[in-house]
């Protein structure tokens, strides 16, 4: 395994670089539509406060089906039978800024991914694990933790996750790392907490035949796309597991059907 204090961050830096002046940020794009000769993408470039549109022969579209199923235009049948299939799990996610390195406690070492058994939490990484200093020093732990519905969970998580004020996860986490680091909340710093709403899609038998992102492309050497006229999607969802590499093998294989 290969992980960098920034995360998924570092890896999303590399690929932008090489674009260079090309890539544009700063912009929600709210419509994709399929016209005569080609494909526009209406966009809201927030520096302008302005509509912006992009005409383009063919488009990738690398959006959670959820949001792709409202921005395309006349969304196509697979588009809508796959945002009606896939299932998003919430996510509520913890980053906890320490001055200085935990107590080396007796054990077996600290790992990348860390669980805490019989908690509700899906653990924690610690953003210093790889790293090649061998100086103690404070760290980032980015603790993780879904929401229902669960034996821990009832109800709407989605719901929860809005309603419930920040202290009280910041609690959850505080008490959850107690128990394997009784110094930690005495060297936190800080504590930033983020809500995903649709954080992952959630896995389960036969998704991929129901959504049909297998069967969609028009040869052999397309296999794995799923095209719709002039549009390629291309995201995690079509694989219905929300991973880096299912994300960039899906955006490879979109990038490869208009080669």
Same mark, same amino acid.
């Given at each position: ?7 998924? #961050?570092?890896?999303?830096? !590399? ?107 899906? #653990? ?5 694990? !790889? ?129």
């Amino acid at each position: 395994m290969l992980t960098w204090p920034e995360g998924n #961050g570092w890896l999303t830096k !590399q690929l932008a670089a090489p674009l260079g002046e090309r890539l544009r940020t700063g912009q929600v794009v709210v419509r994709i539509a399929e016209v005569r000769g080609g494909v526009e993408v209406d966009a809201w470039d927030a520096a302008s406060q302005s509509l912006v549109r992009w005409q383009a022969a063919h488009c990738i579209v690398a959006l959670p089906v959820f949001v792709a199923a409202r921005v395309v235009e006349n969304a196509p049948a697979v588009l809508a039978h796959a945002a009606a299939h896939v299932r998003h799990a919430p996510w509520l996610v913890a980053n906890v800024h320490l001055r200085g390195p935990l107590v080396d406690r007796p054990g077996a070492a600290p790992s990348w991914d860390n669980v805490v058994y019989g908690t509700r939490g899906l #653990g924690y990484v610690d953003a210093r694990h !790889q790293t090649l200093d061998p100086t103690p020093r404070g760290t980032v732990l980015s603790w993780y933790r879904p929401l229902g519905p669960s034996r821990y969970d009832e109800g709407d998580g989605r719901r929860l996750l809005l309603e419930r004020p920040w202290t009280g996860w910041r609690d959850d986490l505080l008490a959850e790392l107690s128990v394997p680091h009784p110094d930690l909340p005495a060297l936190a710093t800080r504590i930033e907490i983020t809500r995903y709403g649709h954080a992952m899609a959630i896995p389960r038998p036969g998704l991929l035949a129901q959504i049909g992102s297998q069967r969609t492309a028009p040869d052999d050497a397309h296999r794995g796309s799923v095209i719709a006229g002039r549009l390629s999607f291309a995201h995690a969802d079509w694989s219905g597991y929300s991973i880096f590499e299912e994300a960039f093998t899906r955006g490879h294989v979109a990038g490869a059907s208009l080669a």
